[in-house]
């Protein structure tokens, strides 16, 4: 239940879809009224997304400062050089 508000495109003419009236080829579309406001619980007895700043916190064009670094990690699932863990300060 973690990934809540998705549904499903509506159905187009340019695809085939034999037998019934899915869309499976297109993104979810975010349904604001699907969402489940309550928070996630983790696995460590928090909430998911704990140790991660609001965006709200983050200081103005904080990308654009200088020695900010584009990094394009490709289209590996696992690439090398990203990191999941945020130090705040």
Known sequence: RAWTGFAEQDIR???EEFGT??????PMKIRPEYRDRF????LSKGYV???YPLCVDLPFDHFLRNG???RLLGSD?????I???WVGG
Not at 21 to 26: F, K, Q, V
Not at 39 to 42: A, F, G, I, L
């Open 21 to 26: 009236s899915r869309n499976s080829i297109d």
């Open 39 to 42: 928070p996630k619980t983790d």
């Open 68 to 70: 900010a670094e584009y």
């Open 13 to 15: 003419g340019n695809i």
């Open 83 to 85: 990191s999941d863990t």
């Open 77 to 81: 699932p696992k690439p090398e050089l």
């Open 49 to 51: 997304g704990d140790k």
